[in-house]
């Protein structure tokens, strides 16, 4: 399972990034706030969640600090009927 990432930004869109890490583009979705502050062509750090849909397949989820994705953790275990995209919003909201 990948766990961290560092690499430049692509490109921005979507809720999204486009990270390349070592030749290979890794899609990774984040919260609002690191969208906001998120600029092409810097080198940007995150921890990663993935998450895996039969429909989608694999999507990666980013947060910039252990912290968050903890909080996110908690989110996707603790409410009934959560997923990964529905965690993402709740702490978006939660970082207001």
């Known amino acids: 399972m990948i766990s961290y990432i ?4 692509i490109d921005i869109s979507g809720g999204s990034l486009l990270v390349e890490a070592g ?3 890794y899609r990774i979705y984040v919260c ?6 998120a600029r092409e062509g810097e080198i940007s750090q995150f921890f990663l969640y993935s998450s895996f849909s039969m ?3 694999f ?13 996110f953790e ?3 275990n ?4 959560t997923g ?13």
């Open 6 to 9: 560092k690499g430049k930004i």
């Open 23 to 25: 030749g290979i583009g």
């Open 32 to 37: 609002e706030s690191v969208l906001g502050s």
């Open 55 to 57: 429909y989608e397949g």
């Open 59 to 71: 999507k990666f989820y980013g947060f910039k600090d252990k912290k968050q994705m903890e909080i």
């Open 74 to 76: 908690l989110l996707l």
């Open 78 to 81: 603790s409410i009934p009927n």
């Open 84 to 96: 990964a995209k529905k965690a993402l919003e709740y702490l978006n909201k939660i970082l207001k």
